[in-house]
């Protein structure tokens, strides 16, 4: 079992920057594929990034490409997304998960993610 706390979270200015954090419980940390979702007002949740387990590969959403950056401290069990250029449509909350073993869900499927954490809302204003 895996448990997951985001933190960073907050208001910031078009433009500006911020770091995420989601910390994990549970030995097993380095074995997950780790991503980032997003999930605007009326909206499902959208992979914005993910990480092997080793931190050798790494996955983009489009529409963050160039902008944001994930990383992961195994040794901490830790997961980080920095955020930079921010616009005001990246406004949601922010979700890290956990990705099943050998599930056959797509990267991108949120059905694919054993584990989240409760989330922590991004606000960019214009």
């Known amino acids: 079992q895996v448990q997951l706390v985001e933190s960073g979270g907050g208001l910031v200015q078009a433009g500006g920057s911020l770091r995420l954090s989601c910390a994990a419980s549970?030995?097993?940390?380095?074995?997950?594929?780790m991503g980032w979702f997003q999930q605007a007002p009326g909206k499902g949740r959208e992979l914005v990034a993910a990480?092997?387990?080793?931190?050798?590969?790494?996955y983009y959403g489009d529409s963050v490409k160039g902008r944001f950056t994930i990383s992961r401290d195994n040794a901490k069990n830790t997961v980080f997304l920095q955020m930079d250029s921010l616009k005001p449509e990246d406004t949601a909350v922010y979700y890290c998960a956990g990705r099943w073993y050998g599930t056959t869900f797509s990267l991108s499927h949120p059905l694919g993610y054993a584990y989240w954490g409760q989330g922590t809302q991004v606000t960019v204003s214009s």
């Open positions: 549970g030995r097993t940390f380095s074995s997950y594929t």
């Open positions: 990480i092997s387990s080793s931190g050798g590969r790494t």
